[in-house]
């Protein structure tokens, strides 16, 4: 089970919509995956730790492309698609793989 939580700005908070995404990637994992999405005008370093049985994910997009996406949810999409192999001991390729069914990224391995 997979939940999504932001660190935002006032811009950014227009157009990157937590609930959706919940919506969008709560069945990507069975185990316990708490994602934060952090698009801010700053300096933020994408990590990945556990904490018990929970796995985090620190998923950092680049400000300005945040902003100019058309498509924000498949801009973040294919952000988390090269990111979640940060997450070694879970089943990350099996994640990628129901990412790219869900949307569609185009990505060849």
């Not at 939580?5 to 609930?19: F, Q, R, S, Y």
């Not at 005008?41 to 796995?55: E, L, M, P, R």
């Not at 940060?86 to 949307?103: G, P």
């Amino acid at each position: 089970m997979v939940k999504i939580n932001a660190n935002l700005d006032l811009k950014t908070n227009e157009v990157v919509k937590t609930g959706r995404l919940n919506d969008l990637l709560s069945d990507l994992s069975e185990e316990e995956l708490g994602i934060t999405v952090v698009a801010r005008d700053g300096f933020f370093i994408n990590a990945a730790w556990q904490d018990g049985n929970k796995s985090y994910l620190r998923l950092v997009l680049p400000y300005e492309e945040v902003l100019s996406s058309k498509n924000v949810d498949l801009f973040i999409a294919k952000a988390l698609y090269f990111h979640l192999d940060k997450l070694q001991w879970m089943d990350f390729v099996k994640m990628k793989k129901r990412l790219e069914d869900k949307f569609d990224l185009g990505i060849e391995s």
